[in-house]
């Protein structure tokens, strides 16, 4: 029973330490395809952003138009 | 609907090449390279924000050529516009780099002479917009920032294609590294990369002409 | 003087108008040859004792560098009130002829006075004289003509000193890799053959930027 019980807990363990070793890595891990999308997110954000300061840029015109 | 048929066929065609971008890059097969892995695909989306920063900045350059031939305020609005894209390429760019070289070559910036050059060029448009705003008459801003901005543009070059040559390069497929170069770039990733140049930098020029639209309106605005 | 003067005779005369406006003046002169010694000094005192040749080169021309910045940026901010006067009398091309004559000649004394101030206090491992100087000439081509040309330009703006950084920094360093690049090679004791390409590279960079100099000056000069 304690054989059991302790095989059990070492399973555990050495998949925590393995979940450890990984954890750093997750970037790094199936062929490193993470940092891919990560760049096309940034990419992504910025042409948001940039969408973004247009729509302001119009919003303040439409808002100097009105009151002319 | 009957905007989105006749409005200009080269903003159908980003939409088209860009799509094509993303499920070609994603989905092709690309050469299986140690370090590289699979960020070899970002090849279609870090490096068209170089090309396009490049072009834009060149579409800059015309148009200041343009203004002080003719001296029209069009033309000045053009350059400023395509100018402040260009520089949004470039941060995109340096950034998406960062990214990558983190996981690549194991840190952010590894004084390469690439990443040097690129940043050194977003110096000097992000001085472009200093002097701008340091002259307050309209007429002498447009002109001296014009010619800064040629002067600039033109002594950049010799940078561009010096400074890669003075040391090797981290980048891949230099000082041999394993990657891809002009020469040996492979088939399956030029089918897309060309086209993701083409497509990333026509979405730069069309958010720049509706920039370039708004400056308009506002100075026939503040004309009225 | 008002009859249109042959323009040799009038590059000669600009030329020796400037020279005589900082002679009588002095203070600017005085005032950069302090400059140049006090930082020479001061690299002296942060650097002496770990000087290897990579050191002493990267420190000679950033030396270099910070002063002509200063010497040249004096070059169209001192024009003012002049500036109306000259536009009747010269053409532009003429006017930036002179100025780049004679802010090379300015630079090129400076250099050589701070290569003698700085291998008495920080040694001197230069072998092959000609080469490095004629390396310190290209080098100072292109640093007084950008500098002389940034200067125009900040000339307009409203915080000067400022803008001549910003702006002359960015648009030196084609010339800076190069010239130091160079003189590090000249001074690991390379000989003409070996850097011919480097230093052609460098005469291209030169004239690139006083072509572009003579093209876009008449611009920033009329207002």
Redesign the interface.
């Known amino acids: 029973m304690l054989k059991y019980i302790l095989g059990i807990v070492m399973l555990i363990g050495t998949q925590f330490a393995q979940a450890q070793v990984e954890m750093a890595d997750d970037f790094r891990g199936e062929g490193k395809i993470y940092v891919v999308i990560a760049i096309i997110l940034v990419i992504l954000g910025g042409f948001f952003f940039l969408m973004f300061k247009l729509d302001k840029r119009a919003k303040r015109l439409e808002k100097e138009i009105k009151e002319k | 609907m009957g905007y989105l048929l006749k409005t200009d066929w080269w903003k159908w065609l980003c939409v088209a090449l860009l799509s094509y971008t ?1 499920i070609g890059g ?1 989905f092709l097969p690309v050469p299986e390279l140690p370090i590289l ?3 070899i ?2 090849l279609h ?2 490096v068209p ?1 170089w090309f396009g920063m490049i072009l834009l900045f060149l579409g800059s350059v015309i148009h200041a050529i343009k203004y ?1 031939r003719t001296g029209d305020n069009k033309s000045d609005i053009y350059s400023v516009q395509l100018a402040n ?1 260009g520089i ?1 390429f470039g ?2 760019g340096i ?2 780099g960062m ?2 070289a983190n ?2 070559w194991g840190e952010p910036w590894s004084n390469d002479p690439k990443q040097n050059a690129s940043a ?2 977003l ?2 448009y992000l ?1 472009y917009f ?2 701008r705003s ?3 008459d309209q007429q ?1 801003r447009n ?2 920032s ?3 901005n ?3 543009f ?2 950049m070059i ?2 561009l294609f ?2 890669p040559r ?1 040391s090797d390069s981290l980048h891949p497929g230099n000082g041999g590294n394993p990657g891809f170069n002009a020469y040996d770039l492979d088939s399956n990733l030029r089918k897309v990369f060309y086209f993701a140049v083409i497509g990333w930098t026509l ?1 730069g020029y069309w ?1 720049t002409t ?2 370039i639209r ?1 400056s308009l ?2 100075q026939k ?1 503040e004309d ?1 | 003087m008002n009859l249109p003067l042959h323009p040799v005779n009038s590059v000669l005369q600009l030329i020796k108008k400037d020279l005589i406006v900082d002679w009588r003046q002095q203070n600017p002169i005085t005032g950069i040859l302090l400059y140049l010694a006090s930082t020479i000094f001061a690299t002296y005192m942060a650097f002496k004792g770990f000087v290897s040749i990579e050191v002493w080169n990267a420190l000679f021309w950033i030396i270099l560098l910070f002063t002509s910045i200063n010497a040249i940026s004096k070059s169209f901010i001192q024009e003012e009130r002049r500036s109306h006067y000259y536009f009747f009398l010269c053409k532009p091309t003429e006017i930036i002829l002179a100025k780049l004559i004679y802010s090379f000649t300015y630079l090129f004394c400076i250099a050589l006075i701070s290569l003698v101030i700085y291998s008495v206090l920080l040694g001197n491992p230069i072998i092959n004289y000609g080469l490095f100087i004629l390396n310190m000439i290209l080098g100072c081509i292109g640093l007084s003509a950008a500098f002389t040309m940034v200067s125009s330009i900040a000339f307009r703006s409203s915080n000067r000193s400022i803008m001549m950084a910003v702006l002359g920094f960015p648009v030196i360093i084609p010339v800076l890799i190069l010239s130091i690049s160079n003189s590090f090679k000249i001074l690991d004791s390379y000989i003409l053959v070996q850097i011919q390409g480097n230093l052609t590279a460098l005469l291209s960079v030169d004239v690139i930027i006083i072509a572009l100099t003579f093209v876009l000056f008449p611009f920033t000069w009329k207002s």
Do not use: C, D, G
Request: net charge positive.
């Open positions: 993303v994603l892995n699979e960020t695909r970002v989306f870090h924000m002080l894209m949004a941060l995109l950034m998406t990214i990558w996981y690549t050194i060029s110096l000097i001085a200093v002097l340091s002259i307050q002498q002109r001296i014009a010619v800064f040629i002067f600039a033109f002594l010799p940078l010096i400074l003075m979405l958010m509706i920039a708004l309106v506002k605005l009225a």
